[in-house]
């Protein structure tokens, strides 16, 4: 199972840390932009699928890719970026994306924090409030979920995430006051679950478990679910 960003098991800013985790921002006023921007991580190459890149698997007719950011815009995000790194170039070519930024991540076969560090530089600049960050191999978590984590933002100091049956999971809110400290600790497959760790009790806990399903689609097996 794909170890998640925020540490559940369903699934350059800053150079690399070398001490101890940062401490939190100071508490901020409210945005100068309340603006949630859709942050979708998609680079992945797939290995526990045949080499098949999890962006480019189909359901019904619609690529994850899609899907996934089909639903963030579906549930309030008016901008949405879009990390890509495996067969980058296949995606552009078959997805239909209109309207979204496309991020290239060349260190995707580092793991998932190259993409979050990927993800939130690119948001640098944007005026954004926060990154909204889903994954694509996450095809039970639709737009209800993120309607509903979204509406947990308060200031650029906001931390959020989905729970399920009280365990962490996507999507998750990151306040821009984070992103620095957040893409600091961003290495390997662990995302951004030692900054929440560290922060658990700044972190809004948002249930979904009524409106999605986090399983994550990594084997053949997991494809099932689909069905």
């Known amino acids: 199972m794909t170890e998640s960003l925020t540490g559940s098991q369903t699934g350059p800013l800053a150079g690399p840390r070398t001490g101890p985790l940062a401490g939190p921002p100071s508490p901020s006023a409210p945005a100068a932009s309340s603006e949630v921007v859709g ?3 998609a680079a992945g190459g797939g290995r526990r699928l045949g080499g098949c890149p999890k962006a480019l698997l189909e359901h019904r007719g619609e690529l994850f890719v899609e899907r996934a ?4 815009r579906n549930g309030g995000c008016t901008r949405v970026h879009i990390v890509l790194g495996a067969t980058a170039d296949v995606v552009r070519e078959q997805a239909k994306l209109p309207g979204c930024t496309l991020v290239d991540n060349p260190d995707w076969h580092e793991g998932m924090g190259s993409s979050v560090r990927a993800g939130l530089a690119s948001l640098r600049g944007s005026g954004a409030g926060a990154a909204l960050v889903c994954l694509v191999d996450q095809p039970g978590v639709g737009a209800a979920a993120v309607s509903r984590v979204r509406a947990a933002f308060r200031s650029t100091a906001t931390l959020a995430a989905a729970t399920y049956g009280g365990e962490r ?5 990151f306040g821009a006051d984070h992103w620095d400290g957040i893409a600091v600790s961003a290495t390997g497959d662990r995302g951004a679950r030692a ?3 560290e922060f658990a009790a700044a972190v809004t806990a ?3 478990g009524d409106v999605a399903d986090p399983y994550d689609i990594d084997t053949m097996s997991d494809l099932e679910r689909l069905e």
Not at 69 to 72: D, E, G, K, P, V
Not at 169 to 173: D, F, M, N, R
Request: hydrophobic share 55%; proline share 6%; with cysteine.
């Open 206 to 208: 948002v249930e979904c």
């Open 39 to 41: 942050l979708l991580l």
């Open 69 to 72: 950011a089909r639903a963030l």
């Open 169 to 173: 999971g996507h999507p998750v809110l």
């Open 195 to 197: 900054y929440l760790e």
